[in-house]
């Protein structure tokens, strides 16, 4: 049977409120598809990286522009691996930039994002950085700012919010995209 998906706005949750109610946290795999609902972003698979400080997403094309002083950035996001056709343009506030250092050691100058993010039932806000992963499996990294308070999360498994379908995949992005 397959699992609707329910367009109810859900509730925004903070890690605070997690540790001032003694909440139970939720567990997940070193794999979990995720929501980005203001970028327009309804399903992507992000690794779960405890190494990694602050959360990064795969963005091309980043041109930046002002609006009433204030910075933005819009950039292309291919959210669904190994899916080029899939394409969501996506614009946001710069917060700050920064320089970050990737997984290959190298220091990087990034733009950075803040946006809620939906996994299982939490909606709660983060902070991404906004770079080009094009040569890695995962087209989003969520890091451990993002994670704290929130999660425990089982590295032997994948998943454990639910899975997508290909079917579920194509009803969110189109048909045509696949």
């Known amino acids: 049977m397959r699992k609707k998906i329910s367009k109810a706005k859900i509730p925004l949750i903070t890690a605070d409120t997690f540790q001032r109610n003694h909440l ?18 309804p399903a992507i698979k992000c690794k779960i990286d405890t190494g990694a400080k602050t959360s990064a997403l795969h963005a091309d094309n980043l041109e930046t522009h002002y609006r009433h002083g204030e910075k933005y ?3 292309m996001v291919h959210p669904v691996q190994r899916h080029k056709r899939v394409e969501v343009v996506c614009t946001a506030k710069v917060q700050e930039e920064r320089i970050i250092m990737n997984s290959g050691g190298k220091k990087e100058y990034r733009y950075i994002i803040h946006t809620p993010i939906v996994l299982g039932h939490l909606t709660w806000h983060i902070e991404v950085s906004l770079t080009n992963r094009d040569p890695m499996a995962f087209r989003m990294l969520l890091g451990r700012d993002a994670l704290k308070y929130l999660f425990m999360i089982d590295a032997t498994k994948i998943l454990c919010q639910g899975k997508r379908s290909t079917d579920i995949l194509k009803k969110l992005y189109g048909k045509s995209a696949f």
């Not at 946290?25 to 995720?34: F, M, S």
């Open 24 to 41: 139970p946290k939720l567990i997940i795999g070193w794999q979990e598809w995720a929501a980005l609902p203001k970028l327009g972003i």
């Open 73 to 75: 950035v819009t950039f």
